[in-house]
């Protein structure tokens, strides 16, 4: 996301496809957008018993990995790569920049797109939420 953070605040869980969610209540938002970001789509091998060195506890952190191993130890899982979801929570935090001053083009380099996007983006809102920003 472009150096852009992204905080539970910014996503609707619903957004999430079935197994991120799934993912979400076992390990949390944090350690499941680690690993999305890790292993967008690609299928991994989750072991029966956690090695001290092993990669998953450097991504999701040893309480996620331990949760993991325990819930899919000796299983292959793949997790989601969340494409959808992250384009939408993408656009919600463009709105939100616009909504605190930041001109288009400001909002553009904060989120690593052009200003012609940010003004696409702004195009698709629907007019009754522009209009109760307002209030």
């Known amino acids: ?17 079935p197994f991120a969610r ?16 890790a292993r967008p789509g690609i299928p991994m091998f989750v ?11 450097g991504v999701a952190g040893q309480k996620a990995a331990e949760a993991l191993v325990k819930h899919f130890g000796g299983e292959t899982i793949t997790v989601p790569n969340c494409k959808l979801a992250l384009v ?12 605190e001053g930041y001109s288009q083009t400001e909002a553009a380099l904060l989120h690593g797109i052009t ?6 983006i702004e195009s ?12």
Do not use: C, Y
Not at 48 to 56: A, E, R
Not at 88 to 99: A, E, G, P, T, W
């Open 115 to 120: 200003p012609r996007w940010v003004r696409k």
């Open 47 to 57: 072991p029966k018993t956690l090695p001290p060195d092993h990669w998953l506890i």
């Open 1 to 17: 996301m472009a150096g852009t953070l992204i905080s539970l605040e910014d996503v609707d869980v619903n957004d999430l496809p």
């Open 22 to 37: 799934e993912l979400v209540a076992l390990i949390e938002f944090s350690a499941t957008i680690r690993l999305v970001d």
């Open 88 to 99: 939408k929570i993408r656009q919600r935090q463009v709105v939100k920049s616009r909504d």
């Open 124 to 135: 698709r809102e629907p007019e009754v939420e522009k209009n109760l920003r307002l209030f």
